[in-house]
Every structure is written in C-alpha cells, then in structure tokens.
C-alpha cells in the first residue's frame, strides 16, 4: 500500500507534501525507475533541477505513471531550480522555458534560484559542474534575478516560487525590496546540521524550509570519511531510538526533520530504502529525543561549496 505524506500550506496558499523525492544524481534509466518505484510507495512531490540534468527522465516518470492512471497531473508536487549561470534577468525566462520543457507536464509547481551565487553565462549546455569545479563569477544582483522570477509566475506555467542556499540576509534583502515572498528556501538540514536557527527565521516569514541532504549523504562520507562530516544514521543515539520505534535511523532522522518544521528531500534509488524514507508518519518522536536529536548538531555542512568561497554572494560565512 502507497503511503502518502501530509502536506503543508505555502505563503500563497498552494500545498506541497512534507516530503519529498531528491533526484541529485539519479540519471538516465536508474532514475526513471527509481521515480516510478517513488510515485508507487505514495511519494507525490519530486526535486530536480536544470544541473541534475534529469529533468527529462523525470518528465517521463511522471507522464507514464499518468498514463497508467496511477497518478493525475494535480497530485505531484514538482520542484525544479534554475542554475547560477543563468542568473542574468534577460536569460531566465529562457532557461525556465528549458526546463519547462525538458520535464513537459504542463505547469512547475515550483521554481527555485538555486542559490545566491551567480556564475557567468557559458552556453546552455552546462558542462562538467560539481563541488570541485571553478566557474567564472558574474556580478548579478539577486533582487535582479528574483524580479525576473516573479515574472514567470505571471505565465501561468509555474505555480510557485523560491530560492535555495539562501542566508537569512539574502533572505531579508529579496523581502525589502521585491514583491512576491519565496515560498521556501532550500538549504541542506540533517542531524549534523540542523539549521534551527534558520529554520525559526524562515518560520517567522511564513518560509517553509526544505531540507536537502537530509541523511548527510553517506555515500559522500563513504568516499571521503576525512572531509565529509560523519553522517549521523551510525551514531547509537539514533540507533537507539530507532530501535525503540522499530524504525530505521534513516526513518528517525526523516522523522526528526519533519517534527522540527522542515520539508525533507532524501534520495534513494533503492526501492527499500525509498519505501522506508516515507513510512513516518505513523510515530512521533517525544520531546526528549527531539532534544537528543538537537544534539548531533555540530554545524558542519556536508556541501559547503568550498570551492566557491570567494563568491561575492557566498551565503555561509554568516551563521544563518
Ligand atoms: P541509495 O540511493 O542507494 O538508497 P541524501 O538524501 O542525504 O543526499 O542521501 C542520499 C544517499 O543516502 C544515497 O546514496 C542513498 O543511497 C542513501 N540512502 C537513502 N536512504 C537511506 C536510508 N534510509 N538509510 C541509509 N542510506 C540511505
């Protein structure tokens, strides 16, 4: 039986579910499966973006599971991001067409400005990017690029929109001097790093914090236990209270973020491991493993962006 997740009101009324499907690094036919196998356990919000380069293998798992009758258009809840490079105001419009295209499935329910950093336009074609690559920097304004984003809402193709890596300065720059509110700000949240601060912050705007990495990536860790901080699903505290709740550490970890106000967004090509990220919704954590939770917070990010730290728009060298 599919399990479904509640769903949690935007700032302009629109619902998105409390958890959602990560897709960063789910490509080609693993993640058309991997979407498919998602959408049968009950899953009903997906995260992509124009730099996972999935957007089309995303498209087509949504449209066949439609096809199949398994789902209607009006029941999932898609996230896309536009990339650095294409922060320039007169490129948005083009690169939101892309993506609008690439997934075809008549409207984006959620359009996000990937992070606060802009990157100099280099072709739509994005080559080789990750955490090691050194992009040209451009000197775009993000109040120029948000403008440029409350335009689309106007096109009727994207329901929604909203910002990622954002510091609560950047945050408060975009609420004083433009018009629409973001409706989320999608940051990395795990035990690790629980964002608490940021989070009471976005609360208080009506900001729905998605949490990206929500189980500190350990294949991250796996490949580099020196730099990438230890992912908190071996630590016996949440063994323990995942043993208590006959539930996984991944499933208390999940849990934990929804019960502290987030919307998390693991990812999972295994079909065990995506029916389990979802069946939460059937325990509560007390208020004393919530504060053993808050324990694991050490602040370390397991995505830094390191490589990009003279970024003018760098957003982590405040604490939030
Ligand atoms: P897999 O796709 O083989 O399940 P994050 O969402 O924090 O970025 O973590 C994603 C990584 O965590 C993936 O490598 C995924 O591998 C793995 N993963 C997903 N769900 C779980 C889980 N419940 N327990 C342990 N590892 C998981």
């Not at 959602?20 to 080609?28: K, Q």
């Not at 199949?68 to 007169?90: A, Q, Y």
């Not at 802009?118 to 992009?135: C, N, Q, R, Y």
Request: glycine fraction near 6%.
């Amino acid at each position: 039986m599919p399990i479904f997740a509640p769903t949690v009101t935007l700032n302009n009324g629109h619902k998105m579910p409390v958890l959602g499907l990560g897709t960063w690094l789910s490509r080609e036919g693993e993640g058309i499966e991997a979407i498919k196998a998602a959408i049968d356990a009950g899953y009903r919000h997906i995260d992509t973006a124009y730099l996972y380069r999935n957007e089309k293998e995303v498209g087509q798992a949504i449209r066949e599971k439609i096809a199949e009758g398994v789902i209607k258009r009006e029941d999932i809840f898609v996230t896309t991001k536009l990339w650095n490079n294409f922060f320039e105001p007169c490129k948005v419009a083009e690169a939101f067409k892309r993506s609008f295209e690439n997934l075809d499935i008549g409207y984006i329910d959620l359009y996000l400005m990937h992070s606060p950093m802009s990157f100099k336009f280099d072709g739509w074609e994005l080559g080789h990017v990750d955490a090691t690559t050194k992009p040209e920097y451009a000197d775009v304004d993000i109040v120029d690029t948000w403008r440029a984003m409350e335009e689309l809402l106007n096109t009727g193709k994207v329901r929604s929109i909203g910002v990622s890596n954002f510091n609560s300065e950047q945050i408060a720059r975009i609420l004083q001097q433009c018009e629409m509110k973001p409706v989320t700000n999608q940051v990395e949240c795990n035990p690790g790093i629980n964002q608490r601060k940021l989070i009471e912050f976005c609360r208080k705007l009506d900001i729905v914090v998605t949490a990206y990495s929500p189980l500190g990536r350990p294949n991250y860790y796996e490949m580099d236990p020196v730099k990438v901080p230890k992912p908190a699903l071996d630590d016996p505290r949440v063994k323990a209270i995942a043993e208590k709740y006959n539930k996984t550490p991944g499933q208390v970890i999940l849990r934990y973020l929804v019960e502290i106000g987030t919307v998390p967004v693991p990812k999972s090509s295994n079909p065990v491991r995506l029916r389990q990220n979802i069946d939460i919704f059937d325990f509560q954590l007390t208020k004393e493993e919530i504060e053993t939770m808050d324990g694991l917070n050490t602040g370390k990010r397991t995505v830094p962006f390191h490589v990009w730290i003279s970024h003018k728009n760098y957003p982590f060298h405040i604490e939030f």
